[in-house]
Structure formats: C-alpha cells, structure tokens
C-alpha cells in the first residue's frame, strides 16, 4: 500500500511558476514508476508526465513538454513537477500516481494509488 500527498497548488499570474510536490509513505517508493495527471472542471482526468523508477526516462504530454519537468528523489520519497511558463488552460487539480507495473504509462486506470490532489490556479 502507498499513501501519497501533493502540495506546493496555489495561485499564480500566466507565464509564472510553480513547483509540486507529491511525497509518499512506505519503503518501496523507488519500486514505482510515478506520474502527475490533471483535471479541470468539467474535463477528464489527463496525463501531464511520467517518470521512470530510477528517473532515467521522463515522458510528457506535447501539451506540457517544454514547460513542465518532472524529477523524484528517491532518498525523500518524493516526485516533483515543476511548472514554468504557466498559462491560464495549465489550470486544473493535479495528481500524483504510482504505477506497481514497472513501465511509464499515460492512461488513469494503468495506475494503482492516488493522491488527493491539489489545485493551481492560473490568472491570465
């Protein structure tokens, strides 16, 4: 069983940053390929970026790529994204996943645990 938090949502003008957070309960964190998905309101769930166990292969969706960049450190049980460059449609909750089959996915239901999200807002 992994529990997994997120932090570091808020508010933010277009064109700034922000870095998020998601950290994770148990020893196993580094057995777990991890990604960010977002949802804004009356849209469905979609893939941002995912990362590899060891954080050697990163993939991102065309929609990101540029701007957002996704690292974990094993050490902290921890994966970030950091999002620069943000624009008033990056608005959505995001969520952090992991993933118990050992290769990047893109799709909601490839992974197993979810946390509960947190809202970043972009003010254009």
């Known amino acids: 069983q992994v529990q997994l938090v997120e932090s570091g949502g808020g508010l933010v003008q277009a064109g700034g940053s922000l870095r998020l957070s998601c950290a994770a309960s148990g020893r196993t964190f580094s057995s777990y390929p991890m990604g960010w998905f977002r949802q804004a309101p009356g849209k469905e769930r979609e893939f941002a970026a995912a990362i590899s166990r060891s954080g050697g292969s990163t993939y991102y969706a065309d929609s990101v790529k540029g701007r957002f960049t996704i690292s974990r450190d094993n050490a902290k049980n921890t994966v970030y994204l950091q999002m620069n460059s943000l624009k008033p449609e990056d608005t959505a909750v995001y969520y952090c996943?992991?993933?118990?089959?050992?290769?990047?996915?893109?799709?909601?239901?490839?992974?197993?645990?979810w946390g509960q999200g947190t809202q970043v807002t972009v003010s254009s």
């Open positions: 996943a992991a993933r118990t089959t050992d290769v990047i996915a893109t799709m909601p239901d490839e992974y197993d645990y």
